[in-house]
């Protein structure tokens, strides 16, 4: 499975941005979808993921703010990151679960900053 990621950049506090993953290849098995980020110094967290079923779990800092969704037709997740602040810097990486195993993107940087 291969992951393209995009949609990162600077945005400023209280912005929007849109996070996409598409992914390719041997997709078939693919269960959940989701994002993880790295801080730096900080330890690599998950933000959200959403199942097949469209099932979501969000990390408690993002709860309100982010929503995740999938299009399963494409396999392709997005991220939309609203009300966004500088803590939410990080570089975020696409992750799927799947039956053959679990795969991660290259990540995409997000920068929270006036």
């Known amino acids: 499975v291969q992951l393209q990621a995009s949609g990162g950049g600077l945005v400023q506090p209280g912005g929007s941005l849109r996070l996409s993953c598409a992914a390719s290849?041997?997709?078939?098995?693919?269960?959940?979808m989701g994002w993880y980020r790295q801080a730096p110094g900080k330890q690599r967290e998950l933000v959200a993921h959403?199942?097949?079923?469209?099932?979501?779990h969000y990390a408690d800092s993002v709860k309100s703010r982010f929503t995740i969704f999938r299009d399963s037709a494409k396999n392709t997740v997005f991220l939309q990151m609203n009300s966004l602040k500088p803590e939410d810097t990080a570089v975020y990486y696409c992750?799927?679960?799947?039956?053959?195993?679990?795969?991660w993107g290259q990540g995409t940087l997000v920068t929270v900053s006036s």
């Open positions: 992750a799927v679960w799947s039956t053959r195993g679990d795969y």
């Open positions: 290849g041997s997709v078939f098995g693919i269960n959940r």
């Open positions: 959403v199942t097949h079923g469209g099932n979501t």
